[in-house]
């Protein structure tokens, strides 16, 4: 029986935990939240017998066998290197880290203690990804591709999605070095970085502040970007 943990127990380890629970020989094991309220609430409804506010106290008791990271990023570097030198596998929710040498230390220390480590990818493992990786693979391009289009975006048109965090100037993503866009982008990047050739890349990038946004009173975050990136053989 494979034993997992959620740490941070807000809106999307729901899906974490439902995911958890529906995998044959896995067990959603504890749950764990600064917020001792939330961990138990999200263990009593998906079956957990533990939960706790204590992360080292998790770790030394129910030895889980994988720990799903789903705190605010700036939280993921110093959460999985705890879990990963207590000897579990884990799987971060993105942004991966706030930075990249933060990035390149987890995944040594992974690789140095033979221990698993991914990111929340799913966009990869969606039936269209899957599928044009297929058509791909068997030649319906009827070549090598020159050239990749994709876009990624939140529905912002709803004005209370976008005041949760445009009102709360202490908001987790206002702190990010990305901000908003960082939140989301590697979903973007993710569907074409399977695709990228060769050592030299390069990428042009710029950020906007839509109109939407400026209506409602926002003038400093960022809710747009659009960027090329171009490596030896295609865009």
């Known amino acids: 029986m494979l034993k997992a943990a959620i740490v941070g127990c807000g809106k999307i380890a729901e899906a974490h935990a439902e995911v958890i ?3 044959t ?3 959603l094991a504890a749950t764990c939240d600064r917020e001792i309220l939330m961990a138990r609430q999200l263990a009593e409804r998906y079956g957990a017998r533990n939960f706790y506010n204590d992360l080292s106290l998790m770790l030394a008791e129910v030895k889980p066998d994988v720990v799903h ?3 605010p990023p700036q939280s993921h570097y110093e959460i999985a290197r705890v879990c990963l030198e207590s000897g579990c596998n884990i799987f971060v929710e993105k942004p991966f880290t706030v930075n990249t040498t933060e990035a390149e230390q987890l995944i040594a220390l992974a690789i140095s203690r033979k221990l698993k480590i991914t990111v929340g990818t799913d966009e990869q493992f969606s039936p269209v990804a899957m599928e044009m990786r297929k058509l791909v693979a068997n030649g319906w391009l009827g070549g090598h ?3 990749l289009d994709v876009y990624y975006c939140y529905d912002l048109g709803d004005e209370r999605y976008a005041r949760v ?3 709360d100037k202490s908001h987790w993503l206002r702190s990010l070095p990305g901000q908003l866009i960082q939140n989301i982008m590697l979903h973007a ?3 074409v ?3 990228l050739e060769g050592n030299h890349i390069s990428i042009f990038a710029r950020g906007f ?6 209506k409602i009173g926002e003038t400093h975050l960022k809710d747009e970007l659009r960027a090329i990136i171009i490596d030896e053989k295609q865009t």
């Open 25 to 27: 020989g896995a067990v």
């Open 193 to 195: 970085a399977e695709f």
């Open 165 to 167: 965090f445009i009102k």
């Open 69 to 71: 990271i789903t705190t």
């Open 21 to 23: 629970t529906n995998i």
């Open 209 to 214: 502040t839509s109109d939407f946004i400026n």
């Open 189 to 191: 990047i993710i569907k």
């Open 145 to 147: 591709a020159v050239h």
